[in-house]
């Protein structure tokens, strides 16, 4: 018998961290502009995730975060029970690229089709959660990251 903790660990996880940010999609990025052809674009804003802030504190964006970019490679494949959908589990792959933010923690990065993790960091202490994200071609997708402030 398959021992569940682990992918569904994950899976918490994720919807966990999907309630930290926001995904929409749109016509053009944030320059105004299509992506090239063949390629998606990703764009957003890294800020403060307003759940961890210490009382009385303002949320901001930040400047000069690193945004990096990793394709997501299948690890492997599962049913939580017979009649379910298969689940595919990812681990991280090989980093594709890697972008700061600029003025008011605006972020964007062109990349081929297909799937990846991006995450965010500021600092040795923030940090944003691991995003899987599907790009497809001529497609812009909007992906805020939300910084955690730890040791």
């Known amino acids: 018998m398959k021992n569940w903790g682990i992918p569904l660990s994950l899976f918490v996880l994720a919807l966990t961290l999907g309630s930290m940010l926001s995904i929409s999609c749109g016509p ?10 063949g390629k998606g674009q990703i764009t957003g804003v890294v800020r403060d995730n307003e759940e961890h802030l210490a009382l009385g504190s303002s949320p901001q964006t930040y400047e000069g975060a690193l945004i990096q970019v990793y394709e997501a490679v299948e690890a492997g494949r599962y ?3 017979e009649g379910e959908p298969e689940q595919i589990d990812y681990e991280t792959g ?3 690229a890697e972008v700061k933010s600029g003025k008011g923690g605006l972020w964007e990065v062109e990349l081929e089709p297909g799937k990846y993790f991006i995450r ?3 600092g040795d202490t923030s940090y944003s959660g691991d ?3 599907e790009v497809k071609s001529g497609e812009v997708k909007k ?3 939300e910084l955690i ?3």
Do not use: S
């Open 28 to 37: 053009n990025g944030q320059n105004g502009t299509e992506p090239p052809q």
């Open 79 to 81: 049913r939580l029970a």
């Open 94 to 96: 090989d980093l594709d």
């Open 120 to 122: 965010a960091f500021y």
């Open 131 to 133: 995003v899987l994200i």
């Open 143 to 145: 992906l805020d990251l």
């Open 149 to 151: 402030h730890g040791v």
